[in-house]
């Protein structure tokens, strides 16, 4: 069974369309993740869902508008698509917070966005 | 990212031992973390080690932490070309969120 999952596996897609990344983890886990790696294997937190709450916002542009309906799923939407955005955008979910456990995060195969 | 520094590369002959280095600047990290990323997939947790260790060993991998110099370096002993990917550094920031380096690419050689 996969731990987490994303949808799709490719995306590529014309400059200023509207397009969605879904996350789902049958783990159980309380929190949810979202990094964005460049093309220089730069990996970056994006944003971080506890319960369904958004804790951590990383100066995102406001074009990325995640989405949790329940907690074992974190929705990535993006607005207005810029050549910028591609990327390989990875999910990752953790039983609870990292920095005070020794609870890992668990990563997704990752979606990569092409934006043309 | 800025707060976790890593070399690029490391080329290695299969069998020797590789010993990746990195930096970091959060003297108040708890856990200090090695993820591997193999090509075209997701990161897998390698290993971890809490603040308050210098060392710690896993079968082929031993961590070191010097928390001073604010150096942590990943060993891996008789390296196999399935050790050949991505590895990158991480320190936990909060309780929600980790700083990754910029990775080092392992290249093993026969």
């Known amino acids: 069974d996969t731990a987490v999952s994303q949808t799709p596996k490719y995306l590529v897609t014309q400059m200023g369309n509207d397009k969605s990344i879904k996350c789902e983890q049958n783990?159980?886990?309380?929190?949810m993740y979202w990094y964005k790696q460049d093309s220089k294997k730069f990996l970056k937190i994006m944003f971080s869902y506890n319960n369904k709450e958004l804790i951590i916002n990383e100066t995102v542009p406001n074009r990325f508008s995640p989405k949790s309906p329940d907690k074992a799923h974190l929705n990535l939407h993006i607005n207005s698509l810029e050549l910028g955005d591609s990327a390989v955008y990875f999910c990752a979910s953790s039983q609870v917070g990292v920095g005070g456990s020794t609870d890992t995060q668990y990563f997704g195969p990752g979606t990569r966005l092409t934006v043309l | 990212g800025e707060d976790v520094e890593q070399s690029l590369f490391l080329s290695v002959r299969e069998g020797d031992s590789s010993v990746i280095n990195c930096t970091y600047t959060d003297s108040s990290s708890t856990y200090l973390y090695w993820y591997k990323q193999e090509p075209g997939a997701g990161l897998q947790l390698l290993t971890y080690?809490?603040?308050?260790?210098d060392m710690k060993q896993d079968q082929r991998l031993t961590v070191l932490l010097n928390k001073k110099d604010k150096h942590l370096s990943l060993r891996i002993a008789d390296t196999q070309t399935g050790d050949s990917a991505i590895y990158f550094c991480?320190?936990?920031?909060?309780?929600?969120?980790?700083?990754f380096g910029a990775g080092t690419t392992v290249t093993v050689r026969a």
């Open positions: 783990l159980g886990h309380d929190t």
């Open positions: 080690i809490f603040s308050n260790m």
């Open positions: 991480a320190e936990s920031i909060d309780d929600y969120k980790l700083s």
